[in-house]
């Protein structure tokens, strides 16, 4: 066998779930180690090297120190892959890009002097190909266990993992749910991308986009929708505020 | 060792804690120049997030401070929406969210004594050396503790990391009582795997270090039982704070320059919540197998070492599943029932949620206008009111053992930030602020 | 068979009781889920709900679950790859008449010459208690279906008469189940008349109906293929695909491989897939074959109301409803829309987007599961493009004809078909060429000799070199295009067969000078006598050295010798990529060469390789199935086959 490839995992601003999900893994994290040599991992080992081909980086960037360490991390690593939703699309962190960055921070610190301190200098939240080109997305919040094993083990063999560009409507029908919509919520699975295994709607919940949207939401198809179930746009905006806020999706990536 | 020395430690990016903080230590001339706990984390400003949304989406949003602690946020935030909206629970969802936080509290418990903690007290850098030497076994087991808790977390909540099941007013969907019956059974086990696991981490515990400091402890109380869901805000200094409202005289928060997250101080510089400050207050209500645990370990109210943060999660560990199967037993008894959470009805108010999370006390505080949206909020995070603590420990710390080498002072203080189990994502949530 | 036994409620529910009890089956049955029905394992007989109208999903779940291992594989010994098959026994309760019909009809498809052995699995072990139906789904049009009844595809019928219930034997298993675990009397003329009311007056319920009989669906279809309709429609379509999800009678698939996350061992396994997503006619290389939403959502209507009625002589639509209450824009129901179709007009000609044409079927064993196979060549031809020579590990002969393909695997990557390129030989070895575009054909670039492969084949249908014979020969290819055809050039211009051929001129195209494979093939091509070889490149780059033609392949015709060609008496092979067919084609023509002399061999998304899984229709047909080898005169009236 091949030399195993050394896998590093970093995090931005974020809650680290995506991370946990891997210490979810529970025994599995020995076969984990098994194919990969984790070379870096904050959150869980002491030692760190620079050196390593697969970069999972977990997080969303909102300062210019930000900036520079994801882009110290691109350099270093042959495939990076953003873990999860501040990752992929930003997340629940742009929320916040709805107001300017000082007016938030103004707010926040009020009069506090941080004026000049990097650790507070605070622009707009991005995912991740905001700042350096990212090869693979697992997605969701938090990811999930399964997606992220499929992924890893594409990458230890070396082919390309396979994302669903499906929406979420069809892991939820194969789970034998009652439609969200026929219950009398507004749940955006029919524009997000599937992956996830439909669990919100499998226990009963709206989804709410976090794996990003497949469609825009001016599309007619969506607009008919929002029609017969009486909805407004402003009703899917504001769906569409916590995890996709100032994002435009093409209807499938090619 | 000469006294005279001088040396620096910078330690940037502390490893295994959740979240980016920095330990700075300049000694010259055998003098300490500077000591200090910086937290570095990006700030998340999640108080500002809150604004104009409806009070259904507060709890999914604030879930996401923390992946370790979502579900405690998830209650926090419940709490403090139906405290708003007037809204009260069932016994069953008091029971089910019980277990809830049970489940997480001894999921981050263990992954902290575990994964965590553990690698200082045998001398390596992560758990990855213990697997396939002599420790296999004893990680197996913590890898044992650890799924336990999250099955339990999944049963429950739908999910253990950002729990789906969670919503105002109760639950969206239920476990079956054949699903509970069948986590007692692995409850049940887990007593045992729990005690083995004790049995391991004493046969090490010497190399906790002996270090004392009296400080102030807070923690929820209440007469029932040992507080995480219920209870008023305590300190071991004045005693009982029993209007929710005046978290504020407590927790004081402030800015430091150092920090992007808010410290807090009340009776003294600073105070401690969490495990041990929990264990300070309220000791005597601990289940048998729990307090049988602290005595292994001479655990005993009020003690003053930080380092015990750890053992006192152990004991909570096994204090959890203790209370764990008297929950699903009432349960049981009472043929669970397919309820549907109860119905609120938008109105303009305030309402603060106490609840003792895996790290201590977590407070979320929110303002509702008349259509059900949100206007202030305010999240108060356990780690929050941990920094000012960590840092006096520091102070007293570093010269008790600055004849020691750098590198076993180094040691040292990365153990002391370990052993308060930080949550600094959580931390840097960021704060509040008045929305118009 | 049809007896009839009666029973009361009581002793129903006993009967249900003593089923779950005895252990020997997995009992499931209709359960209430909220407002709606679920398919779901019994625990207790009250838990069974014969009043339901419809399940969310139908019972097919239980023969082509949402998710199927097919085998099992050690990564480091994949040639002891096992099928993994359920030997689950099972009895399902509750199945209304329409869905005991679309299991018909699935087991037409999936039972034919080509067998699914999972599928045949699941079916033998599995015992149907069907249910009249009592409560009539709101979106439902069975009535109109004649799906609302059903007389055979149980084993027992439960039917519920008011007073008591009847129960209906369909087989042999039926009646020692009955006999076995059920207290029931004789019926009477009584209960046979109360059952033939309730069966009347069902049809009354019906609230929606189809304005046309089920012979008139094909009829509609083909004379409305190019209505506004169909864009409107898809203008608002949401690609989800629910409705062929919710669908009892749609029975597609995608196959992945799995591997445990410690690279050891691995599956391969099928999922639902719905030919509304926009990935399922991708192929590696990327390209799309029904790239608009109005082709997709068209597609669905025509499989269900024309081409499987083509094929199989039933309209693939039983009525149930459910993609009607599953489609959030609501223009999934055919219901709705053939009754809307049907105003606009019908034709005669029924059967135009289908060519029936007989399948070669050699391969017997697990149709799904690989023979072991060693890599004894590779040839890196330049950096897309790889020969392989590949050996059977059993030591018999592939067996194809030029024109078959083969399924390669490779376990724990996946499978992917390639054009045999080699010609029919004694042998046990045959050769193909790889380009690289996706995961399989990166991995299979990587291998060396001694490596393994799975391969399964030959499948579809390939050139009847005897009807060739006496006749003048034309071979036009481009790109990988001469993959297969190769396999036919080196049969026919094979001195044992080379006597029963006229004259030969081969045309091939490339895109550039180092994208020309088999140049060896070529070049000694060139050289042999009454041949004709002709070869051009589409661009040329600075760097490379290329003295021939600068090019499409469509500028080679002038070249041709026409003084030695008599048109009628010549036929004509085209292989090439999509947009080459067009261009060649209307050169031929050109030359008077009649259509039926034409011969094209299409590429599609060709995954099963047995009729089955649905990804390489071109309207009515399967590539992988009547093709890929086609006649153009059979398949020009195809609007799909060349776009």
Known sequence: MKQKPRVAVFDFADCEGCELQIANLEEEIIDLLEIVDVVSFREVMKEHSDQYDIALVEGSIMRPIDEKRLQGIRKNAKILVALGACATIGGVNKIRNQWMPDEVMKQVYGDAKVKGNELFNVGKAKALNEVVPVDYYIHGCPIDRDEFKQVITALALGKKPEIPRYPVCVECKKNENICQFELGNFCLGPITRAGCKAICPTHNMPCDGCRGLIKKAETECVKEVLERYHLTYEDIRRRCTMYNYGREECTYDK | MTSKKDFSIHVEHLTRVEGHGNIILDVKNGAIQQVQWQVSEAPRFFEAMLRGQHYHELRPITSRICGICSIGHSLASLKATEDALGLQITPQTGMLRRLAINAENMQSHILHIGYLAAPDLFGVGSVFPLIGGKHTDAVLKIVWLHRLANEMSDLICGRTIHPIRLIVGGFSALPTPTQLTNLRKRLEEGQTVTQQVADIIHGVADRLPTFTRETEYIALSTGDEYAFYDGNITSTDTGVVSDPLRYPTITNEYVVPQSTAKYTKHHRDSYMVGALARFNNNSSQLHPKAKHLAQLFHLNAINYNPFMNTIAQLVEYMHNIEDSIHLIDALLDGSLKEEKPVKAKPKAGRGVGLVEVPRGLLIHDYTLNAQGYCTKANCVIPTNQNHANIQKDMEKLVPEILDQSPQDIELTLEMLVRAYDPCISCSTHYLTVTFI | ?643
């Open chain 3, 1 to 643: 068979m049809n007896t009839l036994r009666a029973i009361t409620k009581k002793e129903l529910h006993c009967f249900v009781d003593a089923l779950i009890a005895d252990g020997t089956y997995d009992v499931v049955g209709v359960k209430a889920k909220g407002k709606r029905f679920v398919y779901g394992p019994l625990d207790h007989a009250e838990d069974l709900r014969l009043d339901h109208d419809v399940t969310i999903l139908p019972p097919k779940k239980y023969f082509l679950p949402p998710l199927e291992s097919m085998m099992q594989y050690d990564l480091k010994k994949p040639f002891e790859v096992q099928a993994t098959f359920d030997n689950k026994q099972r009895i399902i309760i509750g199945m209304h008449p329409y869905d005991i019909i679309a299991l018909q009809q699935t087991d037409v498809v999936y039972l034919d010459e080509q067998q699914d052995d999972f599928y045949k699995k699941r079916r033998d072990n599995t015992i149907i208690i069907g249910s009249d139906i009592d409560a009539v789904s709101e979106r439902s049009f069975a009535g109109s279906m004649n799906t609302h009844v059903a007389d055979t595809g149980f084993d027992v019928l439960i039917s519920n008469i008011g007073t008591q219930y009847l129960l209906t034997i369909g087989s042999e298993k039926g009646k020692q189940l009955v006999e076995t675990y059920a207290k029931t009397k004789e019926a009477t003329a009584a209960d046979l008349k109360k059952l033939q009311q309730k069966r009347n007056t069902l049809l009354e319920k019906y609230k929606q109906k189809v304005n046309i009989t089920t012979k008139d669906w094909p009829g509609v279809l083909v004379a409305n293929y190019q209505h506004a309709i169909w864009e409107e429609h898809a203008d608002t379509c949401l690609e989800c695909s629910s409705c062929t999800m919710v669908c009892p009678t749609c029975f597609c698939y995608d196959v992945r491989d799995q591997v445990s996350l410690n690279l050891k061992d691995g599956q391969r396994v099928r999922t639902w897939d719905g030919c509304l997503l926009r990935d399922f006619t991708r192929v590696g290389s990327g390209e799309v074959f029904r790239e608009e939403v109005k082709e997709r959502y068209r597609h669905r209507f025509y499989r269900k109301g024309n081409y499987l009625p083509a094929r199989y002589g039933f309209v693939a639509c039983v009525g149930c409803g459910r993609c009607g209450i599953a489609c959030l824009p609501d223009i999934a129901d055919p219901c709705n829309l053939i009754n809307e179709l049907a105003s606009f007009g019908r034709e005669e000609d029924t059967e135009r987007f289908f060519i029936k044409q007989k399948t070669t079927v050699e391969e017997t064993g697990i149709i799904h599961v690989p023979r072991s196979a060693t890599v004894t060549r590779v040839e890196h031809f330049n950096d897309l493009d790889t020969f392989f020579e590949i050996q059977l590990d059993d030591g018999k002969p592939l067996g194809h004809k030029p024109g078959q393909f083969v399924e390669i695997s490779l376990f724990g990557i996946g499978e992917a078909p390639f054009g045999v390129s080699s010609p029919p030989s004694d042998t046990p070895r045959f050769e193909i060429m790889v380009r690289t575009v996706g995961n399989v054909t990166s991995k299979l670039a990587q291998l060396k000799s001694g490596d393994k492969v799975g391969v399964r084949g030959p499948l579809g249908n390939g050139f009847d070199t005897t009807s060739f014979e006496g006749k003048n020969l034309i071979f036009t290819s481009g790109g990988t295009g001469m993959v297969p055809m190769r396999s036919l050039i080196n049969f026919v211009l094979d001195p044992k067969h080379r006597k029963k051929f006229k004259n030969i001129t081969i045309l091939y195209g490339a895109k550039q000078p180092k994208e020309i494979t088999f140049m060896k093939d070529v070049d000694h091509w060139k050289t042999v006598c009454d041949t004709q070889c002709e070869v051009t490149v589409d661009r040329c780059d600075e760097k490379e050295c290329w003295n021939g033609c600068i090019g499409l392949v469509t500028t080679l015709f002038p070249k041709i010798r026409m003084d030695m060609y008599d048109s009628k008496n010549t036929i004509a092979i085209v292989i090439g990529p999509p947009i080459m067919y067009k261009f060649v084609i209307q050169c031929l023509k050109t030359m008077g060469i009649p259509d039926e002399n034409i011969y094209v061999s299409l590429e599609r998304r060709m995954k099963c390789g047995v009729g089955k899984c649905g990804h390489c229709q071109i309207n009515g047909i399967y590539t992988c199935k009547e093709g890929p080898v086609f006649n153009y005169n059979q398949i020009k009236q195809l609007p799909e086959a060349f776009e």
